[in-house]
């Protein structure tokens, strides 16, 4: 399908990734619409999104999202979540009604109004703890928390409404994810954290040993590989990886952020996390390149420098918007 010029919703859309895929989609010449509740997103994240295009509702609600349904959309993206793991051990509750039940509402009424694709934001963590190269072809999931159970459900959900109901979707498993437009925070992820914990002029804090990997991907890949799965008609019912394809030691990850930022206040080594029992997230991009010619192409330095300038740029901002106990 061509997504030039269509109409999509983006579920999520004031969020970190959302945001970033609704810039991309205007500048394809999209109509764009955003359903976000603004639990973890903000509005000044989609100035250029009219009021009228932006609900500023919960996706477990009917009453706003039969009003949004009004409309035809040609392509909805569902990235809105209860985000991530930890945030889903202290409130579980909150996360199976946003990630279990908001899906299944968005599902129903895309299946009813005639959406011609469907595209989930999954998650990577859905795979677990599991040894060697995380590829799609696993059957057997380990998810170790409430947030990796819902987002499981979530694909479960996805793969129901294409075989049963004929519903065009895609799965997309995406791998710590990075870049602009993410505050810190004490549920968000390491590389934000890092860098304002570095700006600070305080020590990085490393759970576990260091040794842990994980696959950091840059922002503009991510949007990239999801307008792609927007546009291939032949791979419905489908799940990918999206990730950099390059797994990276925390430790590692810590003193590259320090050199960066020219943080002299060095590393602590702190105890694993009770919930945290995933040591290696080794992603297999092979799918997503074959079928969906996707390419991850921004090395993490380069991520990173990006990064790291949109916060100093922001820096008053995000000082006001954070929570400062990490
Ligand atoms: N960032 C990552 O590393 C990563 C990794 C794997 C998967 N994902 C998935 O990608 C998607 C986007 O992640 P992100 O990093 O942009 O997170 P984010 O927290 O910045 O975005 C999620 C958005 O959903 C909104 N939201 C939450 N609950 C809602 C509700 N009940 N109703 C309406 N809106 C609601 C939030 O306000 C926020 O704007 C999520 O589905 C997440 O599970 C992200």
Known sequence: MNINRANVLVTGGAGMIGSQLVDALSARGCQVWIVDNLSSGYRDNVPDIPDERFFEADIAQDAPLDEIFTRSFDVVFHLAANFANKNSVDHPERDLLTNGLGILKILERCRRSGVRRFVYASSSCVYGNCDGQMDE???V???GTPYAMTKLLGEHYTRFFTSFHGLSTVSLRYFNCYGPKERPGRYRNVIPNFLY??????P??????????RDFCYVADIVNGTLLAAEHDEISGAEFNLAAGRPVSILGLAEQVNRLTGNDAGITLAGRRAWDHVTHRQPAIRKAQTLLEYK??????????????WMREHWEKIRRQTDLTL
Do not use: I
């Open 296 to 309: 991850a192409e921004t090395p993490l330095e380069k991520g990173l420098e990006r990064t790291l300038a």
């Open 197 to 202: 914990t570095a700006l600070l002029g305080n």
């Open 137 to 139: 072809s696993a059957n």
């Open 204 to 213: 990085l804090v490393v759970t576990g040993n260091g040794d842990e990997t």
């Open 141 to 143: 999931f380990d998810p």
